[in-house]
């Protein structure tokens, strides 16, 4: 239940959070949606996902229905955000696009549900960070696309079951697991994004730097998706800043040697590894005997915030295998010990059995 939010209210996130056509989604300026693929053939990788949504999406338009509730989950920069896009676009729907942390107050929330238009898509990013509150706001909008109000004070206090057009929400999250249960029930279809596959990469490296005409070789593109850590947004950001370097410093043109040289001089290695990864693990090996560790340790010790090394810094990490998750803490495998070489203490190397 909540309070009967104010128009004012209402009209000022409205402003905050407009109403997003498809095909301008480049809601703000910034070079990642400017590049944001806005169709399934543009959208490289995660066939599978892509062949379950095509079924879905034809299944709603025949049957003249909204799609189910869909919550995507997965590091982040895999294209949570941008397959969002492409599904409303594909429905020929509206977007709206919100984060968890923006609606903090059940007036926020509820501005954005009474806004909606039938069959439009509501974009959650970070679901797993909604309140109480919200959640609980939610729950009958999702299902039964109502929302039930409170109006008046205790006593004179009246319950208004307010009918919602019919909604799809797609919830995104790096963390499924901190989605309450009740939440994660809710979404017809749960899906998980993988990491990309080096040619994957080397494909969105292509289309970028077509997008940002740049020019780059099978070579280059493959060296910068090498070291894009199997994310596209690394991929895209990388494929800019090296650009930089090869009107800068060489003929223009991005070949394997201008990739390699230019991510050397960014200090990113050839597992992608940048210099917050690499003393992440030395921090581990130096301080802690190879772990195991607390997150909360490392975090400290780095002067970086928790969320950013288990949101960012440790998924390709645990991916790649140079770091693994115990009870106890993290504790970087013998392959961090070769990617960074260092020779294993021997306590370490038989508790690994090598
Ligand atoms: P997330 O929401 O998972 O954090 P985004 O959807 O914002 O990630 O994607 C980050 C960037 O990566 C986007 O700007 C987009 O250009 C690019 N990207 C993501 N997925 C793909 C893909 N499958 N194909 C091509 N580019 C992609």
Redo the contacts with the bound molecule.
């Keep these: 239940m909540a309070i009967i939010s104010d128009d004012e209210g209402i009209r000022k996130r409205e402003k905050k959070n407009p109403i997003i056509k498809p095909e301008n989604i480049e809601y703000d300026n910034t070079?990642?949606?400017s590049?944001?693929?806005k169709d399934f053939d543009?959208?490289?990788?995660?066939s599978a996902l892509k062949e379950t949504l095509k079924i879905t999406l034809e299944a709603a338009k025949k049957r003249g229905k909204p799609l189910d509730h869909l919550l995507?989950y997965?590091?982040?920069?895999?294209?949570?955000?941008?397959?969002?896009?492409v599904i409303a676009s594909q429905m020929g729907v509206e977007i709206r696009i919100t984060s968890a942390p923006a609606l903090e107050r059940p007036r926020d929330i509820i501005g954005i549900l009474m806004s909606l238009k039938g069959g439009e898509i509501l974009f959650i990013?970070e679901i797993h960070r909604l309140n109480k509150v919200a959640e609980e706001i939610l729950y009958p909008a999702m299902e039964d696309f109502t929302l039930d109000m409170t109006t008046g004070k205790s006593q004179t206090a009246k319950t208004l079951r307010v009918p919602l057009p019919k909604f799809t929400l797609i919830g995104?999250t790096?963390k499924a697991g901190e989605l309450s249960s009740p939440l994660r029930d809710r979404f017809g279809m749960i899906h998980r994004?993988e990491f990309?596959t080096k040619e994957?990469l080397t494909?969105?490296v292509q289309?970028?730097a077509k997008i940002l005409e740049v020019e780059v070789t099978e070579g280059g593109a493959q060296a910068i998706a090498m070291r894009s850590r199997g994310?596209?947004?690394i991929?895209?950001r990388l494929v800019k800043r090296v650009s930089d370097f090869a009107i800068v410093k060489y003929d223009g043109v991005i070949d394997e040697k201008v990739a390699n040289e230019s991510l050397d001089i960014l200090k990113i290695d050839k597992f992608g590894l940048d210099t917050t990864d690499r003393a992440l693990l030395n921090l581990i090996i130096d301080k802690y005997d190879g772990g195991p560790v607390g997150v909360e340790t490392i975090a400290a010790a780095l002067s970086e915030d928790v969320r950013t090394i288990e949101d960012v810094c440790e998924p390709y990490l645990l991916q790649a295998g140079f770091l693994q998750r115990t009870p106890r803490g993290r504790k970087v495998s013998p392959e961090g010990y070769r990617h960074l070489g260092i020779k294993m203490p021997s306590m370490q190397t038989s508790l690994f059995g090598e």
């Design positions: 070079f990642e949606n590049i944001r693929p543009s959208y490289i990788g995660q995507f997965g590091p982040p920069g895999l294209g949570k955000t941008t397959i969002a896009g990013d995104a790096t994004l990309y994957e494909k969105v289309r970028t994310t596209p947004r991929a895209n």
